[in-house]
């Protein structure tokens, strides 16, 4: 009745299969007519389903098995290609096949500024440096232009507390942490803007532009030791 993207989630099942459950055992009980029998039937679906449950562990092991069974299941869906991509660029360290896996995202319509970030990021570590900055400029049009995370929040809205909702929204976003910082800077907020800038240098210590704002601030303040650091 309510359309939705991402239909199948298995924590959805949660809540309603508890109602399921009590009306499933006791139709299992008035079909049964014997003790006996509806002992037998509960234990051979208890064995099934926790063989089932055992073999679906085996999938969630690691973000790589999941999003490889996902991508069987919905091979034309962006986010599970972007999510494959974080899985080969966090936890195997493969920037190629990330490359592989987010650019796939891209062709199929999935273009956040994070997959954009992602790519130009594993192409930094790839050192393909000219596609790095080639999708490190789209991202920075993506940033500038709706539908922006900071953009969800009111037009009005404190721009502190509009780039703290778009942080929530995408929290491993380090050009977002750098906005900020260039705020806090021009509220004369100096060692709040220093944060943010040292937080989106945590986050992407191979991409210069944290680097950089930090060297700018340090500079302006005449801390040329820090700055030239």
């Known amino acids: 009745f309510i359309p939705i993207a991402d239909v199948i989630f298995e924590h959805r099942l949660y809540l309603p299969i508890f109602g399921f459950s009590l009306f499933a055992v006791s139709l299992l009980w008035i079909l049964a007519r014997s003790l006996n029998v509806f002992a037998l039937v509960v234990f051979s679906l208890a064995t099934v389903l926790s063989a089932a449950t055992y073999a679906r562990n085996d999938v969630w092991k690691n973000k790589i098995s999941l999003s490889l069974d996902a991508l069987k299941k919905y091979p034309l869906k962006g986010i599970v290609h972007a999510s494959l991509g974080d899985a080969y660029s966090r936890e195997l360290k493969d920037d190629k ?33 000219s596609k790095s900055d080639h999708y490190r400029g789209i991202f920075y049009k993506k940033l500038s232009s709706p539908p922006l995370a900071a953009d969800r929040a009111s037009v009005n809205q404190d721009p502190i507390e509009a780039m703290t909702t778009a942080i929530q929204i995408e929290p491993e976003n380090p050009y977002l942490y750098i906005q900020l910082g260039k705020i806090y800077h021009e509220m004369k907020q100096r060692e709040a803007s220093i944060a943010s800038f040292r937080k989106a240098i945590n986050l992407a210590p191979l991409i210069k532009d944290g680097y950089e704002a930090l060297a700018l601030l340090y500079n302006e303040n005449g801390e040329k030791e820090e700055a030239l650091a």
């Open 97 to 129: 096949n990330a490359v592989i896996s987010y650019e796939r995202a891209l062709e199929l319509g999935f273009d956040t500024p994070l997959t954009y970030y992602n790519l130009a990021t594993a192409y930094a570590r790839l050192g393909n440096l």
